[in-house]
């Protein structure tokens, strides 16, 4: 069946390929844990949404699930995220682009041209992210009942406890502000669901991604 | 009447505070180690009338047997050899188990709404059925009392037989005691039977002897009398109280504003959108990008 021509195959011309088959369907496993995490986290972090614990079979087995699930989290992620350590590494640049940010966000002023594939937010969003899951990775271990928890010390777990609190809550406005971010900037979420971009986002947002990608590609 | 023991105080996890507008007569245990004689007794009637049994164990050396609470097992006589000053070798036995905190720190940290409960006469009461095994309760007790069954993984501790209390019965172990080293009473009551019997020792040369009902946690309703007064020679903590850790982490104030603030992001995504608008790459432009109008 030839394609409707509206539609833009991955061979389009006009299309350049930002994010390999990989990356997509690790970060959609890592997205969709993640969902399922923060409900079933929320029921436990705060009564109010209790409820939340119906969605996984009640309170008994959600706890019996969550931290299952955070292995299965994490352990994505870091399939996901290591392979893209290189492209974030961070550049003189990037100090300019983060000072610039707020007039990045209001659309005031000139924007600061992004050197690499990523700019310094997407890359500071990067290397928090690392840092936060370790933690919670870390936490969520020593909380395991019953399979790591029985062994330990309760000051031990106390800290643990508050520790994988905090953390997830920096998480969940980390992720806000990503979620926020890829339905703000249009024409990128169909960087992780096609994998490709128009030309012309590329040149806009990402220009000395898009020179090197051009350049690769020949004249 | 007959309920009026069991009207709730407190529930864990709950956003609407329990029915409370009765005033209901504190209860307590008081233990008083210089009568106790380690007979177990109180361990055999505890398992009796709440139909436990634990595994069969295995000598550890000491007296101790089981040699820990378990969820089978909600009180455990503890034997101690102590050298003291002027004294010689002493042989302290204290029985274990939950001490019933008026500030419960296990009811605190709880996630499943009504698991935990505080009835008014200050008894704190573990209801298994909404209990789902985290372990937070376990996690956040002063007195490292909670356990849980391998068998179901919910908590168990004991409930200080509430049901017996229930319908004016003193708890099994009180009933059992064959030297009176447990007695079961009013909160008062059993405070100014400790004056009493503290002030006998003092007669008798415990110069040091004193009433264990400890602030940190706004007093317990297992009280101990401790002829050598340190609470440390009984191994009970010298100044228990809901770690500071925890009550950040299970704090309501801290955690509602954490939601809060968690809403606020979304709002202010929401916002941003309205006052900013989408951006958009220039699709018609060939060269260097330009800002989308």
């Given amino acids: 069946m030839t394609p409707l021509p509206q539609q833009r195959s991955p061979g389009d011309p006009g299309l350049v390929q930002r994010y390999t088959q990989r990356e997509r369907l690790t970060h959609w496993a890592v997205a969709a844990c993640y969902v399922a995490l923060f409900l079933s986290g929320l029921a436990l972090f705060h009564p109010f949404f209790y409820w939340l614990s119906a969605l996984f079979g009640g309170g008994a087995l959600m706890r019996v699930i969550h931290p299952y699930l955070g292995a299965a989290f994490a352990i994505a992620f870091f399939v996901y995220a290591l392979p893209l350590r290189g492209e974030n590494r961070l ?20 924007d600061v041209p992004v050197e690499g594939k990523f700019n310094a937010g997407q890359k500071a969003m990067f290397w928090s992210m690392i840092a936060v899951i370790a933690a919670l990775l870390l936490t969520g271990l020593l ?11 309760a000051p031990v777990k106390r800290t643990a406890g508050l520790i994988h609190a905090a953390m997830a809550f920096v998480m ?8 926020y971010a890829a339905f703000w900037t249009k024409g990128s979420l169909r ?28 004249p | 009447m007959a309920l009026q023991s069991l ?32 007979c177990k007794a109180c361990q055999a009637a505890c398992m009796e009338w709440n139909d436990l049994r634990d595994d069969v164990g295995t000598n550890v050396g000491v007296y101790d047997n089981p040699p820990d609470l378990s969820d089978r097992s909600w009180t455990v006589m503890r034997f101690y050899e102590e050298e003291l000053p002027g004294r010689g070798l002493q042989w302290l036995i204290v029985k274990d188990g939950c001490m019933h905190c008026q500030d419960p720190g296990c009811l605190r940290a709880c996630p499943a709404p009504g698991a935990l409960i505080q009835l008014a006469n200050g008894i704190v009461d573990f209801q298994e059925e909404h209990c789902i095994g985290c372990g937070y309760c376990q996690t956040a007790c002063p007195f490292d009392v909670p356990r849980f069954s391998p068998k179901d993984q919910k908590a168990y501790k004991c409930t200080l037989c509430s049901d017996r209390i229930a319908v ?3 708890p099994a172990c009180i009933k059992t005691c064959p030297t009176q080293a447990l007695t079961f009473g009013s909160k008062q009551a059993m405070k100014e039977l400790a004056e009493e019997r503290i002030r006998e020792l003092k007669e008798r040369g415990f110069a040091a002897a ?18 050598h007064g340190d609470p440390a020679l009984y191994r009970l903590p010298r100044d228990p109280e809901v770690s500071p850790v925890v009550e950040l982490w299970r704090s309501n104030f801290a955690r509602s504003l954490g939601v809060v603030t968690m809403a606020g992001v979304v709002l202010a995504g929401l916002f941003h959108y309205m006052k900013v608008g989408p951006l958009e790459a220039d699709e018609g432009k060939d060269s260097k990008g330009g800002r989308a109008p």
Avoid at chain 1, 199 to 216: D, I, L, M, S, T
Wanted: proline share 7%; glycine share 10%.
């Fill in chain 1, 172 to 179: 969940f406005v980390g992720i806000g502000i990503h979620a």
């Fill in chain 2, 168 to 170: 004016g019965l003193a």
């Fill in chain 1, 143 to 153: 909380m395991w009942r019953p399979l790591i928890a029985p062994l330990l010390a």
């Fill in chain 1, 191 to 218: 960087a992780m669901t096609r994998g490709t971009v128009t030309r012309a986002w590329a040149r806009f947002h990402h220009p000395g991604w898009y020179a090197r990608v051009a350049g690769k590609e020949g």
């Fill in chain 2, 7 to 38: 009207d709730v105080v407190q529930r864990s996890a709950s956003t609407s505070a329990p029915p409370g507008i009765r005033q209901t007569l504190e209860v307590a245990k008081l233990i008083d180690v210089s009568r106790c004689i380690g």
């Fill in chain 2, 210 to 227: 004193s009433l264990y009902d400890p602030a940190g946690v706004e007093g317990t309703h297992v009280m101990y009398v401790l002829p």
């Fill in chain 1, 91 to 110: 550049v003189p640049s990037d100090r300019a682009w983060l000072r610039g940010a707020f007039r990045y966000m209001n659309r005031t002023g000139e």
